[in-house]
Each structure stands twice: as structure tokens, then as C-alpha cells.
């Protein structure tokens, strides 16, 4: 079964702590998406990848950082830099074709206290 | 600054009549048009598509249409189902795919 798998479901961290979240596919894409998603504000962009090792910034990309080292792995560190890191995070992949549908994984909520 | 912009954040409708969710966006150079459903809990799936040389795509019960003079695109579901209750989001791409998404539309249908 091809699909995203992003783990875990549900992070707990105090706050001033860095956290990895995990995103891997197996679906063959080339491209790569991380997302947040606040109440009432739908899906902001964070960062997105169209290859291995390269990787460019979106539109709320301060205070995260990412790594696209391998084709299926692209994970997201959220840094004591981001101020409100307590979100839904949600990460994407798709062909590398203008257009191509974004197939979802289920989503990390991490909650920063 | 909100390049995708869903005004209604919430539409209820009766089941069997069509459902109307409408976006707007302020980007001329997107080219390609997405609508995503999304249930809690879980990551949106694709539901339709539009390229900008059409102005209208159909898929059983969904039809998107999209009006470029006025930068707007609607979904229309009809008939609606009481399982097409979720929260649908409006997508919008350029050159690098790199997508934008509106803030959503909380759709419910009632029996």
C-alpha cells in the first residue's frame, strides 16, 4: 500500500526544546510539502522540496528547518526560534508535474507548552 | 498576505440539493486549480482539478468552474450527500507547484 506516513500523531514538548517530525513516503514522488494548519487559517506552507537535497522556503518558514536527504524522507524541525509552534502539521508529496494533486499524510499535532 | 481566500467559512444544505462553495484568488500567474475535502483528524484528499484554459472540469457530482476575469472558482456537488460533510479547501498553483490554500469551508448536509 503506497501512502505518506508521518509519526507520531500526537508530540508533547516543553517549550525552548527543538523537535523532529518524521514524513516518509513510498510512493515514488519527487516532491515534497510540509504544512501547517492553525484553526481558521487552513494550510499554510512551509517548506517544499522538487529534489533530493534541495529544498526552498514557503511562506511561514521562519523558526523551522527541513532536510530532503533521501527521495521518500523529508523531515521538519520545528526550532525554539518558532514562536508558535503548537499547530497541526501536515506533510505532502507529489510528481514533479505542474498541477499534480497533493497526496496527504494524517497529520502530527504537536503541542509546545 | 492570503493569495487563496474562501470567504464562507461555513455552508449548510439540505440533502439532494446543490451545494455552492466559492474561492477567490489575487495571483494571476496560478495556472492550476485544487479541491481538496478534508475530515478531522486527517490530511485533505484531492477531489477535483481545473487547468486555466478551461473553465469548467466534471466529475460525477462535482463540477468546478472557474471565471479568470474575475480571478474566482466555485465547486458545485450536486446532488449533496449527507458524506460529502467535511471541510473542503481551495488550492491554487504556479510554476512550481508549490501550492497555497485557502482557509477552508466547513460544508455540512443535512438529511
Known amino acids: 500500500d503506497g501512502g505518506i506516513t508521518q509519526s507520531p500523531k500526537y508530540l508533547f514538548r516543553k517549550e525552548g526544546q527543538n523537535v523532529t517530525l518524521s514524513c516518509e513516503q513510498n510512493?515514488?514522488?519527487?516532491?515534497m510539502y510540509w504544512y501547517r494548519q492553525d484553526p481558521g487559517q487552513g494550510l499554510r506552507l512551509i517548506y517544499y522540496?522538487?529534489?533530493?537535497?534541495?529544498?526552498q522556503k514557503g511562506d511561514i518558514a521562519e523558526g523551522y528547518s527541513v532536510s530532503r536527504e533521501k527521495k521518500e524522507s523529508f523531515p521538519l524541525t520545528v526550532t525554539s526560534a518558532q514562536k508558535n509552534p503548537t499547530a497541526f502539521y501536515l506533510c505532502?508529496?507529489?510528481?514533479?508535474?505542474?498541477?499534480?494533486?497533493?497526496?496527504f499524510g494524517n497529520g502530527t499535532r504537536l503541542t509546545v507548552t | 498576505d492570503q493569495q487563496v481566500k474562501q470567504n464562507s467559512p461555513s455552508l449548510s444544505v439540505q440533502e439532494g440539493r446543490i451545494s455552492i462553495l466559492n474561492c477567490d484568488y489575487t495571483?494571476?500567474?496560478?495556472?492550476?486549480f485544487l479541491w481538496y475535502k478534508k475530515y478531522p483528524a486527517e490530511g485533505p484528499t484531492f477531489l477535483i482539478s481545473?487547468?486555466?484554459?478551461?473553465d469548467k472540469n466534471e466529475d460525477g457530482r462535482f463540477t468546478v468552474f472557474l471565471n479568470k476575469s474575475a480571478k474566482h472558482l466555485s465547486l458545485h456537488i450536486v446532488p449533496s450527500q449527507p458524506g460529502d460533510s467535511a471541510v473542503y479547501f481551495c488550492?491554487?498553483?504556479?510554476?512550481?507547484?508549490?501550492?497555497?490554500f485557502g482557509a477552508g469551508t466547513r460544508l455540512t448536509v443535512k438529511p
Open positions: 505532502a508529496s507529489s510528481i514533479n508535474e505542474r498541477g499534480s494533486p497533493l497526496h
Open positions: 510512493l515514488n514522488h519527487d516532491a
Open positions: 522540496s522538487q529534489i533530493v537535497n534541495d529544498f
Open positions: 495571483n494571476s500567474m496560478f495556472d492550476y
Open positions: 481545473i487547468s486555466s484554459i478551461k
Open positions: 488550492a491554487a498553483s504556479a510554476k512550481n507547484n508549490d501550492m497555497r
